[in-house]
Structure formats: C-alpha cells, structure tokens
C-alpha cells in the first residue's frame, strides 16, 4: 500500500475545529492511522468485493419496497391513513421528529451507523490506495450525531473504476453488514425468551361490576375460570356466554412481578346488553403464540423484523407493552433487545437509501461509474451525464411519491 500524505498538511489548509451554529465539525489526524492499519488487511480486499458485489441486490431491493409501498397506499386506504397518523416526520431518521424512533435509541443507532458508513469508506480508500484528505466527528452542539470521511475526489475520478467502484459501495456494505449482524443478535436474544404467563389480558375494571368487588384489577392477565385454562377472549366470551345472571364462578388472574403472584377469587355474573360479563375490557395476551411467531425466521418474512417496537406495541416481543410477559437468562435483555434492533433498523434504511442510484449518492456514483466503463466507447460523455441524470430523476420522482401520496389521495 502507497503511504498517504501526511493528514495534519491537509488539515493545516482546514480549520481543525469549525462551529456553524448548532454543527461543531471536529478534524483529526488519528484516524488516519485506524485507516491505513485496517486498509492494509487482507480481509479488508475480500470485504471490497462483497462490499461490491453487494449494491445492486441492495439497490434492487430498495426499488421493489419503494414500488410495492406504493402500490400499497394506493390500493390500501388503511395505509395511507396509518401513514397520515404517523405525519410527515415519519420519514426521516431523526429522532425528535420521527414520531417511531426513540430518542435515546435512535440516536445511538444514527451515530453507529454513519460511523460504519464513512468508516468503510476510508478502509477500503486506503485499500486501493486512494488518499483520505480528511476526517473527523460531527456534533449537535456537544452532542455526537455523526463522523465523516472526505476522500479525494481528483483520486476518485483518475482511479481505475473497479478501485472507485469498491470505495463508493463500502458505505453500503458496510452498513448491510452491520444491520445483519445485529438483526442475527436480536433472533438471539429473541430465542432465549420464554413467556412467563399467558392468557387473557385485562385492561380495565369496570367500576361498581363485579370483578370490581372480586378484587381483579387492570393489568391482571386472566388464566382460568372455574379450573379451566382461558387462552384467549374467544373462549372466554364462548363460557361466559353458558352462564346467567347471578351464576358464581372461581376466577384465577396472574400479577406482580414475574407474574408469580396467583389471586383467585369468586365473582357473581351480572347481564349487560343482554350478555353475561365479569366487568372488564379484556384482550388477548398470546404471548406464546406472538413469541412463536417472532421467533420463525424466513427470508420472505424479513419485513417483519423492519416493523419498529414503537408503532406495533402489540406484535413485537421487546416492545415495551410486551416485554414484561417474557423472561430471559439474558440481564437486561430488554435494552440489548432494542439496541440491536434500532442499530438493524438504522442501519438498513441508510443502506438502502445510498444504494438508489440518484446522483450523487452512492448508488449514483457507482451507477455513472459503472456506465462509463461498460458504455464509455459507445456513449459520449455528455450522453452518459444524461442517461445518470435521468435515472436520477425518475429514482427522485419515487422516493418523492412515496412520501407525499398518502397526504394527498
């Protein structure tokens, strides 16, 4: 590997620390060295390729769940008023803004990923022996949000166009390689749950009914009635359904910690709308099956592990309404649980996002290096410019329906 030009005589023609209200950009020397050390891996060449190799099935994919999100708002009313709740916000990968993304989580997850992405960048710049002019962090303020990579371009452009071609996909790949890494860690962490009670889940007592004056409270999960197992409100519904006003019958609820705590009682059926009840909302727990579910990892099912714990509470094991009815050997597991997903979920969108190939992403980049080399002697410049530009534009005419079509049918 060629020697690089001494970072601190780039940085000498750039400020090492610049403030533009509220950005604090942050220059150093020492990840230059991080740079030439894992760029001169022989790993890091393997990496380049599947970096590489790796943008087009990214790109792909990207294109069909833009058009298949389309086709969805259009046919589905549903998912455009979902989309209308969430508002606008909901696209972009802000936390504070985007109503889905936690704060704390999110900005862990951003600050990783853009990491990773400008990160790789430098590796594999280093690996073909492209000079990184510059690098550093970016702060909100005193808050991390980011780093970046500034590779130089005349390089970039005099290279050989496989070089280029590796420096502009490692972001992506690197990214995909990350999201798959902690998508694998959370299916972990999700196969050591086990759940701790199942059954029906009460939301609230109604007040002067009488599982009221039984004592059953809300956050109770009903188990069983009269020693049989109640499963879901179904069954629920079919039992009581058998009984008339003033019918006693033995109610067992699970509560506390752990659901460990066993309350049964007795409660005498009472009528309304003509239907005999208890006096509670209830819903189905499911916990088995939900887990189960979770748990069945398929390729075609991979939109599933996309779905943030913040907009199906109900569905994802690690939500915060689900977790406490599961239990782990794991400490903490809850955390690492939604750590790992946010860093996949991140991670994905970003990749995705750079793989399109709008100008001047990285998508974009590798597009009109890729049509300089394979058209370069039957296109003239000028023709590859435009054939760049205009898969740009119908690329940015997509992203574009995709966002405001659910606020304007």
């Known amino acids: 590997m060629a020697t690089q030009e001494p970072e601190n005589q780039t940085m000498e023609k750039e400020k090492r620390i610049e403030f533009s209200f509220p950005l604090l950009i942050v220059r150093t020397k020492r990840f230059s060295a991080i740079f030439d050390k894992l760029g001169a891996l022989k790993t890091s060449r393997y990496f380049s390729w599947i970096f590489l190799g790796l943008v087009p099935f990214v790109a792909g994919l990207a294109l069909y769940l833009i058009t298949n999100s389309l086709i969805a708002v259009l046919s589905n009313p549903l998912v455009g008023e979902i989309v209308k709740d969430l508002g606008p916000g909901s696209v972009l990968l802000l936390p504070g803004i985007n109503p889905m993304l936690p704060i704390v989580y999110g900005w862990i997850a951003i600050v990783v990923a853009i990491v990773i992405h400008e990160g790789a960048h430098g590796i594999i710049a280093r690996n073909v022996n492209l000079r990184v002019k510059s690098s550093g962090l970016l702060f909100f303020l005193i808050v991390p949000i980011g780093a970046f990579v500034d590779v130089d371009e005349e390089q970039i452009k005099k290279a050989r166009p496989r070089h280029s071609l590796k420096v502009m996909a490692a972001g992506v790949g690197g990214n995909v390689i990350l999201g798959e890494a902690c998508l694998v860690g959370l299916l972990l962490i999700v196969g050591s749950l086990t759940p701790m009670v199942d059954g029906v889940y009460i939301g609230s007592v109604s007040e002067g009914m009488p599982a009221e004056a039984a004592g059953l409270q809300a956050n109770d999960v009903l188990v069983s009635i009269d020693n049989i197992t109640i499963t879901n409100s179904t069954q629920l519904r079919a039992l009581l359904d058998t009984k008339t006003t003033g019918d006693t019958i033995q109610v067992t609820v699970a509560r506390g910690e752990g659901w460990q705590t066993q309350y049964t009682t007795t409660l005498n059926l009472t009528v309304s709308d003509n239907r005999t009840v208890m006096g509670v909302s209830a819903g189905d727990l499911y916990s088995h099956a939900r887990l189960a579910n979770y748990q069945t990892f398929s390729i075609d099912r991979l939109s599933m592990y996309l779905v943030p714990p913040t907009l199906a509470s109900t569905t994802v094991p690690f939500s915060d309404s689900l977790a406490p009815y599961y239990s782990s050997p794991l400490p903490y597991w809850q955390i690492f649980a939604n750590t790992l997903f ?68």
């Open 342 to 409: 946010w860093v996949w979920f991140v991670n994905f969108n970003l990749a995705i996002f750079n793989a399109l190939p709008i100008y001047p992403l990285d998508g974009g980049r590798i597009f009109d290096i890729t049509l300089k080399k394979v058209a370069g002697k039957r296109m003239s410049e000028k023709a590859i410019r435009r054939t760049t530009l205009a898969v740009t534009a119908a690329c940015v005419v997509l992203v574009t329906l995709g966002i405001v079509l659910p606020f304007i049918l």
